[in-house]
């Protein structure tokens, strides 16, 4: 059973345009959630988070939102650039596997393409 | 950069025979960890350490063993290797009381 799902495999857009990054989640019990970017052949890269406390955190050109009510948070990029082309990963922290040891469950990534 | 290295980066070995992955980290932080990163998977994780010689199981442990003997050092070990392990390996560290974890740049392990 999945917890943390990522629904678009892919997501293509615009140089200079806004790009938004979905992730739903069924465990009422998270209370941490991340965003990891990853770039082929390199290690996941740590991107942005959100205490399930919080409904919005920005940091630059990155914004998440995070809609408890719903199970849904967002990731927004304004505005996007080529560089920012990999796959993003959601993840949270919880669950059955050491969730009180802030052991983290990821969803399976959308791969973002932007282009010039 | 968190000081994390894995080794090897690359390995093919043949089905049946044993492999050991290594975790090696520079700044002593207590808790570290195995994913794989399968297409059409995301990040699952293998085992997980909170400490020299405490580990724990994760989503995908089985076929899988760990060890620990020193803070720095945490080693993944297939004992019979399967195709079905064929997979690229991440290890990452987090720090004591906070949320977020830094990986390493993986092993890409093909088994044939």
């Known amino acids: 059973d999945q917890q943390v799902k990522q629904n678009s495999p892919s997501l293509s857009v615009q140089e200079g345009r806004i790009s938004i990054l979905n992730c739903d989640y069924t465990n009422s019990m998270f209370d941490y959630f991340l965003w990891y970017k990853k770039y082929p052949a390199e290690g996941p890269t740590f991107l942005i988070s959100?205490?399930?406390?919080?409904d919005k955190n920005e940091d630059g050109r990155f914004t998440v939102f995070l809609n408890k009510s719903a199970k849904h948070l967002s990731l927004h990029i304004v505005p996007s650039q080529p560089g920012d082309s990999a796959v993003y990963f959601c993840?949270?922290?919880?669950?059955?596997?050491?969730?009180?040891?802030?052991?983290?469950?990821f969803g399976k990534g959308t791969k973002l393409s932007v282009k010039p | 950069d968190a000081g994390i290295t894995q080794s090897p980066r690359h390995k093919v070995t043949e089905t049946g025979t044993p492999v050991t992955l290594r975790c090696h980290q520079t700044?002593?932080?207590?808790?570290m960890y195995w994913y794989r990163q399968d297409p059409g998977h995301g990040l699952r994780l293998i085992h997980y350490s909170y400490g020299v010689k405490d580990t724990d199981k994760g989503e995908v442990s089985d076929g899988y063993s760990v060890s620990r003997s020193k803070t720095e050092d945490f080693l993944l070990t297939l004992e019979s290797a399967t195709s079905s392990q064929t997979s690229v390996y991440f290890c990452?560290?987090?720090?004591?009381?906070?949320?977020?974890?830094?990986f390493g740049p993986g092993t890409r392990l093909t088994v044939l």
């Open positions: 990452a560290i987090r720090v004591s009381g906070g949320n977020e974890q830094f």
């Open positions: 959100i205490s399930s406390i919080k």
């Open positions: 993840a949270a922290r919880g669950g059955v596997y050491g969730g009180s040891q802030g052991n983290l469950i």
């Open positions: 700044e002593n932080h207590r808790y």
